[in-house]
Each structure stands twice: as C-alpha cells, then as structure tokens.
C-alpha cells in the first residue's frame, strides 16, 4: 500500500470528518454526528479510518456482537471516490480483524451495492472463508424507500 495511506482507530476528532465522508458517498445512510462520535470513541476497538496525507478518506464502523464474541458486523464502508479502487475498503476491514481473534464476520448489503459485495468476497477469499447469504431485512421492514438488506455471513475466518 501507498506509504502515504495510515489507517488505524478513529478518535474523536476524526468523527466530523467521518460524518462528511459518509454524507458526501450519497449512497450510505447518514447517521447523526452523535453516533459517529460514539463509534469514534467507545466502538473505535470495532472501526477503522484511512487517512491519505493525514485527511480521512476512508472508515469502517462496526461492532461485535453482544452475545458472540467471536462475531464482527462491518456497519459501514466508505471510502472517498477518488481514492477507490485501491483495496482500502478491505485493508480498512482487515485492519479491524487483526486486533481480535474473530471467527466470522457479518455485514448486510443491498443488492444494487455490487462494489461492497465485491469487498466482502474478496474477504472471505484472503482467509479462506465461506459466504452464507440470506436476507435479514426486506423492503417491509423499512419506514421509507429502502432496498432490501442480504446479510452476508463470512467464516469461519482462518
């Protein structure tokens, strides 16, 4: 990778910057500022950034799943248009899984998104994982307009 990309845990001062990288994507749901505080704070253990030249253009969030320990959901993947392209999105996720001992990851996708797809299946090929899909969320499920959301269940992870 680029020695000019860093990635590493958010802090609470990236959350500004995290909130105006995912409301200029235009295809993430905008979460308030609040919660990209609170991920940058107390879920920064389960969410990564990417900085080129010390500005964020990429961040995972997730979190591990509060009765399977082992279990990682990736929430979001952002990574700014113009540095796409470059395995961030997976380096950004892998960055998470080395700093616990997990077994699966989990993550819903809409059907439209085939780069997030992409990222997932090329995950679950570097550790040697199976991919289980099943939708968790169907278009009922939501208020407003909404595309389903197919979970896709990696592992186990080696």
Not at 1 to 17: C, F, L
Not at 36 to 44: A, D, E, R
Request: charged content about 25%; glycine content about 2%.
């Amino acid at each position: 990778m680029d020695t000019r990309y860093t990635i590493r845990e958010p802090e609470k001062n990236d959350a500004k910057h995290i909130y105006d990288l995912v409301k200029k994507s235009k295809v993430l749901d905008l979460n308030s500022q609040y919660l990209y505080l609170l991920q940058s704070t107390h879920f920064k253990n389960s969410c990564s950034v990417a900085l080129f030249e010390n500005q964020i253009i990429g961040f995972v969030s997730g979190y591990y799943l509060p009765n399977e320990n082992d279990t990682l959901f990736i929430w979001q993947v952002a990574v700014d248009k113009n540095h796409r392209g470059k395995n961030l999105a997976l380096n950004l996720i892998d960055n998470i899984v080395s700093r616990k001992n997990i077994r699966y990851l989990i993550s819903t996708v809409s059907p439209s998104n085939i780069s997030s797809q992409r990222v997932f299946e090329k995950f679950a090929k570097k550790y040697e994982a199976n991919i289980k899909k099943s939708t968790l969320f169907f278009i009922e499920d939501f208020i407003d307009s909404h595309e389903e959301e197919v979970q896709f269940k990696i592992g186990p992870i080696k």
